[in-house]
């Protein structure tokens, strides 16, 4: 059993054998205590202590800072010789000190838990965020990794319990961590889905009230066409109910009821004797012979019958008349104008906002009579659901042409239409010290990787920011991606960064093998990875340079983050954010397929000068059509080179899929964005 307690997350306390331990109340001691509890797998220098703790001290101060809090430090810790061992050099938590750290416990807890039960129980371990009243730099970018785990765990969570059909508990984990990243537009999405599965209509126009009120607030930017989308969909989501009540037969008019003065045929009422109650206009008498005897005249009944007859020949051409007036069809409308022709396919994510954009959508409706319909998936799962029933593909990659090619049994024809290089995003103050690192430099305003071998070098290696003049930022040097199993660019990258530890060779699958155990471990380090860009981005521009350094992603799709935002949010940003491009980069080519005739009438269209205009200067795509020009003014104040100059290949479409595979632990999995 633990002799010592120690907890770091929300409220700070220590008990000892079960009893408080009292006057570890000042935030300096504690920072130093769990400083030296996160990293007690090693000894550390007393001047690096010295040096984080009081950077703007003088060495000599700042040792003697140090030797004075580490003192104070041990008098109030019970038996600290136990748990602390130092020297005139250096200073380390004993490893097999008998004590237990809630931190510690919460990451083990995660890491073992495989059920909703245990992962109930290790987010019950994460008690708020560690050690709040400390304000280092190192602290910052620490506790916010813990709270992704955090969040990372909420999510895990209910994405289980929705999987289980238990909709009403996932919701509650979903808004949990809403309130946690309140920027993170896919938690919005997924209480949309919730509550329209959970069958409360009010509560998805609650979801997207909220989501839209946060980021007017924060952000000053609406919701994402994808949240706006998911909104549309799940307001109108209905549950599957019984068959609807028998409605007329289209097309049938039930005929009218006639009058009932023109379908009673019974005898007019007639008086007492069988005479006509009315005799004047239908009863005669005459006299014969008037004045030669009794010869009174009778009924002239044959001329009666026949105005019957006359009156019943006009009554059946009334009803006749008036029948063929009633079910007699309307005639038909006068033919409209053709509409547009629908076009309907299967897209990569970093292609979304482009086919969303109206102008984009007028073009094509207007010049072109096409109305695009599309899904939104990874390039090998188009494979599998689009290589039939579709009118175009429209991949990540050429090498994603030879999967169709091998789907459909001939070559498809296809046009690349946009191109887009793999490119870092970091900050200003972190490009500043790759730059006096000698790994990175400025050329016409644009920063370049000089020495990326050096760089991949440093990710490999686990060397740490402070090594290379990053003492603020904790942990070892990293460039975060997306998932490469979810995402085009994070999949790329992986292939990127097989490749480099190749020597820049075109990797085949021996040399994938040989390196990709390395690949492997480092993916492992870099924990959670976000599933989508544009998720990333919001991570990386809300945690700054102490939660995300650096990022790597396609080229488009921060321009194309960036040119939404609004004007004064833009140009804030692009003063703290750094465009870096790797030398060499990867050169990726977006390949329009054309599946039946109307997807080629779609690549004719998507050449369009004024699509390949919007598709640079509001969606950061480079034309991949002859005779178009590029201009980097456009993206001002963002700068980007008029042309990528340096760039290695990517290998065949069976080794890339190797390096996913191996990285994502499932073979042919889906890839979203």
């Known amino acids: 059993m633990a002799t010592l307690e120690i907890r770091l997350l929300g409220e700070f306390g220590i008990l000892y054998q079960g009893a408080p331990v009292g006057g570890l109340g000042a935030?300096?001691?504690?920072?130093?205590?769990?400083?030296?509890?996160?990293?007690?797998?090693?000894?550390?220098?007393r001047q690096h202590l010295a040096f984080l703790f009081w950077p703007d001290s003088a060495e000599s101060q700042a040792r003697t800072n140090l030797r004075n809090l580490l003192h104070s430090l041990l008098q109030l810790l019970p038996e600290s010789?136990?748990?602390v061992q130092?020297?005139?050099?250096?200073?380390?938590?004993?490893?097999?000190?008998?004590?237990?750290?809630?931190?510690?416990?919460f990451r083990l807890a995660l890491k073992q838990a495989g059920s909703a039960e245990q992962l109930r129980a290790a987010i019950d371990l994460y008690t708020g965020d560690l050690l709040p009243e400390c304000y280092d730099d190192w602290m910052a970018a620490e506790r916010e990794r813990l709270a992704e785990s955090y969040?990372?765990?909420l999510q895990r969570l209910a994405d289980l319990l929705e999987g289980q059909g238990a909709y009403h508990e996932a919701i509650e984990h979903a808004q949990h961590l809403a309130r946690q990243d309140p920027l993170r537009e896919n938690v919005w999405r997924q209480i949309m889905r919730l509550y329209a599965l959970d069958g409360d209509r009010a509560g998805v126009a609650r979801a997207y009230r909220e989501c839209r009120a946060v980021l007017e607030r924060e952000l000053d930017v609406e919701p994402s066409r994808e949240t706006e989308a998911a909104y549309e969909k799940w307001k109108r989501y209905e549950a599957p109910a019984g068959q609807p009540d028998q409605a007329p037969e289209a097309g049938v008019v039930p005929a009218r009821p006639l009058p009932p003065t023109?379908?009673?045929d019974s005898p007019s009422p007639v008086a007492f004797g069988g005479r006509p109650a009315?005799?004047?206009?239908?009863?005669?008498?005459?006299?014969?012979?008037?004045?030669?005897?009794r010869a009174e005249g009778r009924t002239w009944l044959p001329l009666t019958r026949g105005l019957r007859l006359i009156w019943a020949a006009v009554l059946l051409i009334v009803v006749f008349v008036i029948l063929i007036s009633i079910l007699r069809p309307p005639p038909p409308p006068p033919p409209s104008p053709p509409g547009p022709m629908v076009v309907a396919g299967c897209t990569g994510g970093s292609k979304e906002g482009l086919l969303s954009d109206p102008d984009v959508q007028r073009i094509l409706s207007e010049r072109y009579h096409l109305q695009v319909k599309y899904e939104t998936m990874g390039s090998r799962d188009m494979v599998l659901r689009c290589a039939t029933g579709y009118d175009f593909a429209w991949p990540g990659t050429e090498a994603d042409v030879e999967r169709f090619r091998k789907a459909l049994g001939h070559d498809p024809s296809y046009k690349t239409i946009f191109n887009s290089a793999l490119v870092l995003y970091s900050w200003a103050e972190i490009t500043d010290a790759l730059q006096q690192a000698g790994v990175v430099e400025q050329r016409d305003g644009v920063y370049y990787v000089t020495d990326t071998q050096k760089l991949i070098s440093w990710l490999m290696e686990g060397k740490e920011w402070k090594d290379i003049g990053r003492p603020q930022n904790f942990g070892p040097f990293v460039v975060v991606p997306t998932d490469p199993a979810k995402s085009e660019s994070g999949g790329i990258f992986a292939v990127y960064l097989a490749s480099m530890l190749n020597n820049g060779i075109v990797l085949d699958r021996a040399g994938a093998e040989q390196v990709l155990p390395r690949v492997h471990e480092y993916y492992d380090s870099l924990g959670y990875l976000e599933k989508s860009t544009g998720d990333l981005f919001a991570k990386y521009l809300k945690t700054g340079p102490g939660g995300k350094p650096i990022i790597v992603a396609?080229?488009?799709?921060?321009?194309?983050?960036?040119?939404?935002?609004?004007?004064?949010?833009?140009?804030?940003?692009?003063?703290?954010?750094?465009?870096?491009?790797?030398?060499?980069?990867?050169?990726?080519?977006?390949?329009l397929i054309a599946l039946t005739p109307a997807g080629k009438d779609l690549i004719a269209a998507m050449k369009d000068p004024e699509i390949q205009e919007i598709g640079w200067k509001r969606h950061g795509f480079r034309t991949g059509v002859a005779g178009i020009h590029n201009k980097p003014e456009d993206q001002l104040p963002a700068h980007v080179p008029e042309t990528i100059e340096?760039?290695?290949n990517l290998p065949q479409t069976d080794v890339m899929d190797t390096v996913v595979d191996a990285l994502s632990g499932t073979p042919g999995g889906a890839v979203q964005k």
């Open 151 to 153: 969040r990372n765990a």
């Open 27 to 45: 935030t300096r001691a504690q920072c130093l205590l769990a400083y030296l509890l996160l990293h007690r797998d090693a000894p550390i220098s």
């Open 646 to 648: 340096s760039f290695i």
């Open 262 to 264: 023109l379908l009673d």
């Open 86 to 105: 130092a020297d005139s050099q250096t200073v380390q938590w004993r490893p097999d000190a008998p004590c237990s750290v809630d931190v510690q416990d």
């Open 81 to 83: 010789e136990r748990f």
């Open 554 to 591: 396609y080229e488009s799709q921060g321009l194309e983050l960036i040119q939404q935002m609004p004007e004064p949010v833009k140009q804030d940003i692009l003063k703290k954010v750094r465009m870096i491009y790797p030398s060499p980069t990867v050169w990726v080519s977006h390949p």
């Open 278 to 293: 009315s005799s004047s206009s239908l009863w005669r008498r005459t006299k014969i012979g008037a004045g030669h005897g």
